[in-house]
């Protein structure tokens, strides 16, 4: 069946030192692509999402890059903080017309820990 | 506004007994979702509902029933506990269908963490 995954577990990086968590999909017929911060005890709090048609797009620290090529996603996070320390997992969504639309398919997740 | 509340936060069931999960939104969004999460793994959908008066299953609907009550809530039962539904339960809400970027936006409640023994 269709899957997302994540190809990290786990990522540990110095304060202030840019991070990259990557994702492979496998589901070419997916609209959008999302990623998800999810701090312990916590639901998961959106952070960027990117059409499938586009590349690249930026936020406030984070850009997210798509290369469907490889069916790859990544997420860039710039200036780690010790605030960034959570769990990252990709989505996602079901295109318009699927049987899956408007639906969010969820990859493991990467436990990224930043050192002060 | 306290976005997506969920009750209880806690909850230990001993096999075959029966509980409802309480979800409730107060941003008028049309879509909800029942997620669970269990450990080392993200999360699976259980049911959603797109809109009021609708409901579908997700990836793991067995062993569970929902009803969208109004726009407002949306439940969780399980009829007879099992041990293996012993997860974190996490109820969302989104609009739908968000044609444009950053409108893919679920917002999620805090998890109930149930324990069936």
């Known amino acids: 069946g269709e899957s997302v995954g994540l190809h990290l577990p786990t990522l540990s990086v110095q304060e202030g030192d840019n991070s990259i968590i990557n994702c492979a999909y496998s589901?070419?017929?997916?609209?959008?692509f999302i990623w998800y911060k999810q701090e312990s005890g916590k639901g998961p709090q959106f952070i960027i999402d990117i059409r499938s048609n586009m590349d690249k797009r930026q936020g406030q620290r984070v850009t997210v890059l798509l290369n469907k090529t490889v069916k790859h996603l990544s997420l860039q996070i710039a200036a780690t903080q010790p605030g960034d320390s959570a769990v990252y997992f990709c989505?996602?969504?079901?295109?318009?017309?699927?049987?899956?639309?408007?639906?969010?398919?969820f990859g493991q997740g990467t436990i990224l820990t930043v050192h002060p | 506004n306290a976005g997506v509340t969920q009750t209880p936060k806690f909850q230990v069931l001993k096999t075959g007994q029966s509980m409802t999960l309480q979800c409730a939104q107060d941003?008028?969004?049309?879509?909800m979702y029942w997620y669970r999460q269990d450990p080392g793994m993200g999360l699976r959908l259980i049911y959603y509902?797109?809109?009021?008066?609708?409901?579908d299953k997700g990836e793991v609907p067995n062993g569970y029933n929902v009803s969208r009550l109004n726009k407002r809530e949306f439940s969780l039962r399980l009829e007879s506990a099992a041990p293996s539904q012993t997860s974190v339960y996490f109820c969302?809400?989104?609009?739908?269908?968000?044609?444009?970027?950053?409108?893919?936006?679920?917002?999620f409640g805090p998890g109930t963490r149930l324990t069936v023994t």
């Open positions: 509902s797109a809109s009021e008066g609708t409901t």
């Open positions: 589901n070419s017929a997916s609209d959008y």
């Open positions: 989505a996602e969504k079901g295109s318009m017309g699927s049987a899956s639309y408007g639906k969010l398919t």
């Open positions: 969302a809400s989104s609009e739908v269908p968000g044609f444009r970027t950053g409108e893919h936006e679920q917002y």
């Open positions: 941003m008028n969004h049309n879509s």
